[in-house]
T-cell receptor, first 115, second 111 residues
């Protein structure tokens, strides 16, 4: 199976702009989670989508939003970009294993730079 | 906070030696996962250990979990230069499928 894919891989934006990142999960996986990684804050959970519904949300402002399509592909959007939004954005696709324990498989990430 | 705390923050060893990284946490978990990350790239899943398991092996990797001490360790045996990377523990708890990551251990394996 193909792994988790994320597009674009690199993005440069200026403050105040908005950006949309895309994630395609592993075939058959219905849950997609998003994480932000920065040198200062480390890896932080943004939100999780399952069957087109947001099920969990991390502690991020409303400028961060997402959605999931019927084919399980997901997008996240950041509006009114700030310098602090510069980060590696990682998408994870979840396989549901017996016993309710889930392995999350990550994509290569999108490196967002805000100037 | 449920966040895992890892130590050491950085570890430098010679090729062929063993590397041990530790992760401690504060509340109950469903499972604990270890990931590797090379130079700001994506995370590679290494191993998952469930809360009712005590030890798990995968190739040169050995993971232990002590829920009474709320700690886990990752042992990489016979390390190679290619093992140079950051290693993260990630905690899963409750019904949510979000992972809470530790701050990571930067492992450098010198040839």
């Amino acid at each position: 199976k193909a792994g988790v894919t994320q597009t674009p891989r690199y993005l440069i934006k200026t403050r105040g702009q908005q950006v949309t990142l895309s994630c395609s999960p592993i075939s058959g996986h219905r849950s997609v989670s998003w994480y932000q990684q920065t040198p200062g804050q480390g890896l932080q959970f943004l939100f999780e989508y399952f069957s087109e519904t947001q099920r969990n949300k991390g502690n991020f402002p409303g400028r961060f939003s997402g959605r999931q399509f019927s084919n399980s592909r997901s997008e996240m959007n950041v509006s009114t970009l700030e310098l602090g939004d510069s980060a590696l954005y990682l998408c994870a696709s979840t396989a549901f294993e017996r016993g309710g324990t889930d392995t999350q498989y990550f994509g290569p990430g999108t490196r967002l730079t805000v100037l | 906070s449920q966040q895992g705390e890892e130590d050491p923050q950085a570890l430098s060893i010679q090729e062929g030696e063993n590397a041990t990284m530790n992760c401690s946490y504060k509340t109950s978990i469903n499972n604990l996962q270890w990931y590797r990350q090379n130079s700001g790239r994506g995370l590679v899943h290494l191993i998952l250990i469930r809360s009712n398991e005590r030890e798990k092996h995968s190739g040169r990797l050995r993971v232990t979990l002590d829920t009474s001490k709320k700690s886990s360790s990752l042992l990489i045996t016979a390390s190679r230069a290619a093992d140079t990377a950051s290693y993260f523990c990630a905690l899963s708890s409750g019904s949510a499928r979000q992972l809470t990551f530790g701050s990571g251990t930067q492992l450098t394996v010198l040839p």
